[in-house]
């Protein structure tokens, strides 16, 4: 038991944690942890009480803020009465959290299986989606990140695959519509969408009829907040519905409140077949992760095996969590918050475009958004490309370096800042965290062209 006597110091905390423990996709020698000690709303605190204010939600995750107390005393009561059950047995909050999301996804989506995170939730849908279909086939896209487990790594597209691999088969990459960057040379005045024609075109090779389904994020996350044309999703949709293809959205991070609503597909209103999930439904407090199927989908098991089963499945703490939070979501007005701050947000964010010489492009929907910081705006030539190592990251390093030193944390990839805090944070929260960045900007601007 931890005592007040025995507690660590923050040094012993860091120094305790990489002798003893591994940290993701990092050379573990270069790894300088944060010992957070405690946390509250926005902000949370290292072990030698510096206030950080929280930029991320940690890993896009923590979308109600740190330590609601309406969570927290959820967890204590279901604790107190059931913290396990059996995966075959019935329980409350099981129950209550799938009505929960069926009241909330679009459309005829109503029967959930539950997982513990995101990876799990894309790999048993792919393979209700194989299972569903008869086909064999996925099709994703290029700047993607579903997950780090054998299927879901499969589907991503970004280089975390590359050292995993060969991993599943059957995954067939797409490009993604990167407005701008666009993969096929236009701008937004003189785009013809072959972002969308391509993805009907790969079908045609690779066979319409052996393909169970596209995996799309909602929106783009971690590989760059890539907020898709107006007409992508619906043309996505039409596409799948031609050809008998099932749509996924991977929800896991741009759900639950992430984009102004409670799902990003949500923005073009479209119905998917299967939406994936986690993150955001507890925020974080406990591991949680869900597959909500359509209506048609969820009939076909009734009389056909359902080859899908894990130890934790419709954990009950997990589920009186989720029940929990998305009760905070609607009482605490937290999707409108999202859209009504966000628009703040995207306002200040393109002021700092304009401002900055080393800021090539600003993406935003509700609290979800990047900065994309450039050596010269005319050639968008980025300051660290997207598999950068080494001394090619070093003025990013030094963004990351002061904005810490600064007390904000948030994630930094390649060229990329994001801000994507959680949606309890007001409009002069937003501008506390943006002045460090506006600050740390100048560092970029240093070595950009004028």
Known sequence: MITKENTMTAEEIVQSSKKYTFFSWAVQSEVNPIPIDRAEGVYFWDADGKRYIDFSSQLMNLNIGHQHPKVIEAIKEQADKLCFAHPGTATEPRGRLGESLAEITPGNLNKTFFCLGGAEANENAIKMARMYTGRHKILAQYISYHGA??????????SRRWAVEPTMPGVVHTLNPYCYRCPFGWTRDTCHRECIDHIEEVIQYEGPEEIAAIFLEGVVGSNGIIVPPDDYWPRMREICDKYGILLISDEVMSG??????????DNWNVVPDIITMAKGVTAGYVPLGAVVVSDEIAQHFEDNKLSC?????????????????????????????????????????????????SVGAVRYIGLFSVIEVV????????????NAKG?????????????????????????????????????????????????????TDAVAKA
Not at 256 to 265: D, L, N, P
Not at 331 to 337: A, Y
């Open 309 to 357: 089963g894990l130890t934790y499945s419709g954990h009950p703490l997990s589920c009186a969590t989720g029940v929990a939070t998305i009760e905070v979501y609607k009482q605490d007005g937290l999707i409108d918050n999202a859209a009504e701050v966000g628009e703040h947000l995207g306002q200040r964010l393109e002021e700092l475009k304009s401002k900055h010489n």
């Open 256 to 265: 639950f409140g992430r984009t102004g609503k409670w799902f990003a597909v």
């Open 391 to 443: 001394a090619e990251l070093a003025t990013m390093n030094e963004v990351g370096k002061y904005l810490r030193e600064n007390g904000l944390f948030t994630f930094i990839k390649a060229n990329m800042i994001f801000i994507v805090p959680p949606l309890s944070i007001t409009k002069s929260q937003i501008d506390e965290g943006l002045e460090i960045i506006d600050q740390a900007l100048d560092i």
């Open 149 to 158: 487990t054998h299927g879901a790594i499969a589907l991503t597209g970004d």
């Open 375 to 386: 050596k010269d705006k005319m050639t968008k030539t980025p300051m660290a490309t997207r």
